[in-house]
């Protein structure tokens, strides 16, 4: 054992701050601690104070006094680090608690120092993924586009977006008998008869590693990561399920208007750059009157806003004229613009377009100006964000973390590690701390053992995962195991559903019975269109089938299109059996394409080695005490195995003294 006593200082947004000389100063570094194994944790130090020294006064703007202005915000954590005998210790941030007053004067400063770990919750915040900037995968809403999404990539967006064959509203089938001509029945004929996959039916998939790299683009972090750089993963695709229904089909607003560039007669925008009608002087009544001559029957919409809110809208089909609007009185610093936008389905429209703005202060109605564009496009386009489910960015983090259980390690400013947790400690260095341990008197006790262990994605309300829970009592591709003594419960929650797909029969009784066509289907059980937790799957390869299915392109009189080449969706990595080495069930299940079960599930791959070793009958956890020498506390990682008398243990949690190296150890014994 050895003494000694360490100077700890402590930086608060680059400001060295001043410290009791009697402060001690602890950190706790933890991994999965075995009590909430489905959580990661980083470094973080026990509470503890500083004095309200002038320095210190002045890095928190004085917070005790309520009458500063623009002071400092105790509810944003700032950057801070510690360094030891002028080593850096750790990064991190610091949280201002609260202040102790004595004798009516600041006394001291309350604060807790985190993780930069800790710190990546407070970047995302409530920032959900249609908040990402992920338009560079936008593309054209065009029959071209859909079918390369069927079997490959859209054009131009790095290999990223498909279109999978994923019902959001009908119940597909398959029958080959020639007069089975109802809308649902996606086998192809040759007569007139419009049934089969509509374009309308489809909705984009996005890689997850895209959506990735927009996070650490938006947030300015990088993930260091093999795990997300892996072929596997590569594979995995979030489906752009953002609404009930279609994706611009029956919507109220099938895609965002855009601003319609009036300009006056002269070729000038009449104000700069905005395209707005000039409000200059308090105006009452005010008038709108316009004019549209279409290229196509396809519907659209001509929105008036006011001060950026949406005041009116009308539908049109083809040419109108003199449509009218009247506005409300207007003052000046009012802005008004108009926006064209698509309906029904979507599709692409051009317009050209003729406004007259009318304004009228002594209740005669006088002419101000005339504006105009030539023509305008607009729809025909997907904007991916626009699409994106309703889920928060560290939700979608946490469900990964939880699913692959994976560690997040802070490894530099904005720069974090994150693996499977059996890949991180096979990346620790064993040391040996024999000698600065007292093995004298140690406590050994028992781990704490769980009654019921479960890992489950969101109950799902998609037609095949309820039917299957309802028969089952667990839905698909979720674990559960009991076990015969006292206990909590432990639940792995993850924020996605789980489709289940389908394989589809020939429902035809002269058929060839089990086609080569599979699809996912996000209704209810009623046949009504499901919305629930974002859904994700693997894009497992291309099939190129010999059952054909009827795509109906968009167009006033289609003309069906026949086809037998797909993406897979689905819930294992590879088209053929013999290739499938991972599966996104939990447990082993039956795949409903390949009708055989696989037992390489996220359990048995990322789970299974540390919950063996939580219930191994050898496994125990030690408590030791000691005293650490600078280099080792500079060293020590979380992921690092101490030898101790010959025998290696992994860190659970470590209470460590920065000012004296004392140190308390929670222990596993390496089974």
């Known amino acids: 054992m050895i003494q000694g006593m360490y100077r700890v200082d402590l930086y608060i947004d680059g400001q060295k701050a001043d410290l009791f000389q009697d402060e001690s100063i602890e950190i706790n570094l933890s991994t999965q601690n075995i009590k909430d194994i489905s959580k990661v944790f980083g470094d973080f130090t026990q509470s503890f ?7 210190n006064n002045a890095i928190f703007k004085h917070y005790y006094n309520v009458d500063v202005s623009g002071g400092f915000d105790a509810k944003v954590r700032v950057s801070a680090f510690i360094e030891v005998n002028n080593n850096l210790f750790r990064d991190g941030v610091l949280d201002l608690e609260s202040v102790q007053i004595k004798g009516g004067e ?15 919750k407070d970047k995302f915040g409530e920032d959900r993924l249609n908040d990402l900037d992920l338009s560079a995968y936008d593309h054209s809403y065009n029959d071209t586009n859909i079918q390369a999404g069927l079997d490959g990539y859209v054009s131009g967006t790095s290999n990223s977006i498909i279109y999978p064959l994923i019902s959001p ?23 007139s008869h419009l049934h089969g996959v509509f374009y309308y039916d489809f909705k984009p998939a996005i890689k997850l590693q895209k959506i990735i790299d927009a996070i650490e683009t938006k947030y300015s972090i990088t993930f260091q990561s093999d795990f997300f750089d892996s072929a596997d993963f590569g594979k995995l695709f979030m489906w752009c399920h953002r609404r009930a229904g279609y994706m611009f089909k029956d919507q109220p607003i099938a ?40 290229t196509s029957s396809t519907n659209y919409r001509i929105e008036v806003f006011i001060n950026g809110e ?28 108009m926006r064209l936008a698509p309906s029904g389905d979507g599709s692409s429209v051009t317009v050209a377009i003729n406004a007259r703005w009318f304004a009228d202060t002594l209740a005669v109605t006088q002419l101000a100006n005339t504006f105009k564009v030539p023509g305008m496009t607009t729809g025909g386009k997907v904007v991916v964000a626009d699409q994106m489910p309703e889920q928060k960015v560290s939700d979608f983090i946490g469900s990964l973390v939880r699913a692959f259980n994976l560690v997040i390690v802070p490894v530099a400013n904005g720069k974090y590690d994150i693996e499977p947790l059996d890949t991180w400690y096979g990346e620790g260095t064993t040391r040996d701390v024999t000698e600065y341990i007292d093995t004298e008197e140690v406590t050994i ?16 309300g998609a037609i095949l995962g309820e039917e299957y829970r309802l028969q089952n009592d667990i839905g698909y591709g979720d674990l559960r195991a009991d076990f015969a003594f006292d206990g909590e419960d432990f639940n792995v929650k993850v924020g996605f559903d789980n489709m289940l797909f389908e ?19 996000s209704i209810t059980r009623e046949i009504e269109s499901y919305i629930g937790q974002p859904f994700i799957f693997y894009a497992s390869g291309a099939i190129s089938g010999s059952d054909a299915f009827a795509y109906i392109p968009m167009g006033v009189s289609p003309t069906k299109v026949s086809t037998t080449d797909f993406w897979l969706a689905s819930n294992v990595n590879a088209i053929s059996a013999a290739d499938v080495t991972k599966t996104i069930n939990f447990g082993t299940e039956v795949d409903p394409y390949h009708l055989q079960a696989f037992n390489t599930g996220l359990y048995n791959t990322y789970w299974k080695d540390y919950i063996t070793d939580l219930y191994d009958a050898s496994r125990r956890l030690f408590m030791f005490s000691g005293q650490l020498p600078l280099a080792i506390m500079l060293a020590l990682k979380i992921n690092d195995k101490l030898t101790i008398d010959e025998r290696n243990y992994i860190v659970n949690q470590m209470k460590l003294n920065l000012t004296t190296g004392e140190t308390q150890l929670e222990l596993l014994n390496d089974v």
């Open 49 to 55: 104070t500083i004095p309200a020294s002038t320095s």
């Open 445 to 460: 006790n028992k781990p704490q053992m769980y009654r019921r262990i479960s890992f489950n994605y969101n109950e799902t």
């Open 169 to 191: 509203v009908r119940n597909w089938y398959y029958d080959s008998n020639p007069s089975t001509t109802q809308e649902d029945n996606i086998f192809y004929h040759s007569h």
């Open 503 to 521: 394989r589809l029969t020939d429902q035809n009784s002269s058929g060839a019975g089990l086609t080569t066509i599979g699809v996912g289907k």
């Open 310 to 337: 949406r005041f009116s809208y009308k539908e049109h089909q083809g040419n109108v004229s003199n449509i009218f609007v009247y506005l409300p009185t207007l003052v000046a610093g009012d802005y008004v613009d």
């Open 255 to 294: 895609a965002e208007p855009e601003l319609i560039e009036l300009t006056s007669g002269g070729g000038t925008p009449f104000d700069d750059t905005l395209h707005r009608f000039p409000v200059t002087i308090s105006n009452n009544p005010v008038l709108i009157v316009y004019t549209c001559t279409a």
């Open 106 to 120: 600041p006394y001291a400063y309350q604060v807790g120092f985190y993780s930069t770990v800790t710190s990546l």
